[in-house]
């Protein structure tokens, strides 16, 4: 089983609409991310959490909010969605113990707004 | 200007090639600097970690950072079709992954 999941893997909706992307974890690790993906931008920090209780911007956070449910899940909401967050987003996560901080991404979700 | 610049590419080699992937960059207090392997339809996977200046080898992979030039580069030996992927730099202030600034990546194709 992968150790990150993301739900849906695809989705398309319509602007306005609110919709929420779902990522769990089975590496035990504290830190979790939201990232977008849009080609020739890279990706790109939408909110970041440091553990169930800690949650903070990133560079790209307007429009978007998240939930730290447990240690395992972090979703990601976009209260109303409009064409411009049609993207690829990833969801990350990392464990600070180590010397060297890796991230260990999810497969993604293609999300269109249309 | 973009923190981070990177060719998006296309780069197509024959297989057997060395290949060549590189990235600039404007701040020069970047310490740490990073290599994800991305293929199409997964999530970027970490190849090469590099703090400050030197080189790192890993099998057919070698990280190289100029922090003079500020230029980073990742070479590929005896390039197979498996390595085609995009490829993705980054780099941070801070070993915190909170703070790490990426590329655009380049597409790479490996013809058999």
């Known amino acids: 089983d992968a150790d990150v999941t993301q739900t849906p893997r695809n989705r398309i909706t319509k602007t306005g609409k609110r919709i929420m992307l779902e990522c769990s974890q089975t590496k035990g690790h504290d830190r979790m991310y939201w990232y977008r993906q849009d080609p020739g931008l890279g990706l790109r920090l939408i909110y970041y959490s440091f553990d169930v209780k800690d949650i903070n911007k990133g560079e790209i956070s307007d429009g978007y909010s998240v939930s730290r449910q447990a240690q395992a899940k972090f979703s990601l909401s976009l209260e109303s969605a409009i064409p411009n967050q049609t993207a690829l987003y990833f969801c990350a996560t990392s464990d600070p113990d180590r010397a060297q901080e890796t991230q260990y991404f999810g497969p993604g979700t293609r999300l269109l707004v249309l | 200007q973009k923190e981070v610049e990177q060719d998006p590419g296309p780069l197509s080699v024959p297989e057997g090639a060395i290949v060549s992937l590189n990235c600039t960059y404007s701040n020069s207090a970047f310490q740490y600097f990073m290599w994800y392997r991305q293929y199409s339809r997964k999530g970027p996977e970490l190849l090469m970690y590099?703090?400050?200046?030197g080189n790192k080898e890993d099998g057919r992979f070698t990280a190289q950072v100029d922090k003079s030039s500020k230029y980073i580069s990742l070479f590929i030996r005896d390039s197979q079709p498996s390595d085609s992927a995009t490829y993705l730099c980054a780099m941070s202030l801070y070993s915190s992954a909170s703070k790490i600034i990426f590329g655009s990546g380049t597409r790479l194709s490996i013809r058999p």
């Open positions: 590099t703090y400050s200046s």
